[in-house]
């Protein structure tokens, strides 16, 4: 595959820096992923998402297929152009979605037939459907088609999804169009099993892709259980492929998995935790909605450089929140892409100096803390 290309910079155990390159720029790594499901970054302008340091953002198969549709999104230029945003994306392949918002979905061989959850549309979306429309939509990186495995789920039934994936995966890599610049990636399934995770690793390894991500985890099963299946996954990847962990998660989840060797990560954590009043700062977690910020002069977090600490104090963030101005979320969620990038930034730093364990404990924790720090 012409793909998209990636070196390893510095190691530290089990982490790395390294550089994505891609036809729309680079990207260095470990890195976060902002979500823009339906090509937007909720409450941002892609200025302020390229301001917070992020460069890359993730888009959706599922949401972007059903509405605007990929063909307008194809025929007014793509979709860097359509949402204004010229750095790489990644797209979703719409398995997930499918499974989790459609309506009366019906599942073979061939793909999914579901009903879209928007107007109760017919759709069938197959691996060859799903890598047509992330072409369509110009994807720096586009995901191969799978089934993302229920938790819990027996020995049998994840062994089921997970082949079920796996034949998908060999599809979807010979429809994919390969081009520089553009890659593509497997998904590793098998829940919390490693022995159907090395099944599956080496179906994926066998077929070859851009990149290895690792799906599944995240959807109930605990940061000790999905640390235990990134142990027994990862070291099953090969070095000189970025490594992606699909809808990860709290700073210490991403800090965990970065000791562990993962380089890439995406989530809404950060843009729905600053809907709803939650700030993530160096001290622990802030709800700036409580009462005992609402005289507090101070800044969210002393050493962010973003608008929301730069400019405004506790107390107005408080006010905002409380007013339900749209001012309010949108600084908070400025505010915790920003502090996810500087996460990211640290863990680079880290790695490079070889102090990944201090900067490791030290995130841990600010993150354990919570909302208590003193007045």
Same mark, same amino acid.
């Given at each position: 595959m012409s793909g998209c290309g990636f070196s390893i910079g510095a190691v530290d155990g089990a982490a790395r820096t390294g550089l994505l390159v891609t036809a729309h720029g680079e990207v260095p790594t470990p890195a976060f992923m902002p979500v823009g499901t339906a090509a937007t970054v909720k409450a941002m302008t892609p200025e302020a998402v390229e301001a917070t340091g992020a460069r890359m953002v993730l888009g959706n198969t599922y949401h972007l297929m059903l509405r605007p549709g990929a063909e307008r999104v194809e025929r007014l230029g793509g979709l860097h152009r359509f949402m204004h945003w010229p750095g790489p994306i990644l797209t979703d392949s719409g398995g997930f979605q499918v499974m989790s918002l459609s309506k009366l979905r019906k599942m073979d061989e061939t793909g999914v037939t579901f009903q879209s959850h928007l107007d109760g549309s017919s759709h069938l979306l197959t691996p060859? &459907?799903?890598? *047509?429309?992330? #072409?369509?939509?110009?994807?720096?990186?586009?995901?191969?088609?799978?089934?993302?495995?229920?938790?819990?789920?027996?020995?049998?039934?994840?062994?089921?999804?997970?082949?079920?994936?796996? &034949?998908?995966? *060999?599809?979807? #890599?010979?429809?994919?169009?390969?081009?520089?610049?553009?890659g593509l990636f497997g998904i590793v399934q098998g829940g919390v099993y490693p022995e159907l995770r090395a099944e599956s690793a080496a179906q994926l390894l066998a077929l070859g892709f851009d990149g290895y991500a690792v799906g599944g985890l995240a959807v109930g099963e605990g940061q000790a259980e999905m640390f235990r299946v990134l142990d027994v996954t990862v070291p099953l990847l090969p070095a000189d492929r970025p490594r992606y962990l699909m809808g990860v998660g709290k700073p210490s989840d991403i800090v965990g998995a970065v000791c562990r060797g993962i380089d890439m990560f995406d989530c809404v954590?950060?843009?729905?935790?600053?809907?709803?009043?939650?700030a993530f700062t160096r001290h622990g977690t802030v709800n700036i909605r409580n009462a005992r910020h609402q005289d507090d002069p101070r800044p969210l977090d002393a050493l962010c450089g973003c608008p929301a600490c730069v400019h405004y104090s506790r107390a107005y963030l408080h006010h905002l929140a409380k007013a339900e101005e749209v001012l309010g979320l949108m600084l908070l969620t400025w505010h915790n892409l920003h502090y996810y990038q500087d996460l990211m930034r640290g863990l680079r730093d880290a790695i490079t100096a070889g102090r990944l364990g201090d900067f490791a404990r030290d995130a841990l924790a600010a993150e354990a803390a919570g909302d208590i720090e003193p007045l």
């Open positions: 060859e &459907r799903s890598m *047509a429309i992330q #072409r369509q939509l110009d994807a720096d990186i586009t995901m191969a088609f799978d089934e993302c495995t229920p938790f819990p789920a027996s020995p049998e039934q994840a062994a089921q999804s997970m082949r079920l994936s796996m &034949r998908w995966a *060999a599809r979807s #890599r010979e429809a994919f169009v390969a081009r520089p610049g553009y954590l950060p843009t729905r935790s600053g809907r709803t009043g939650q």
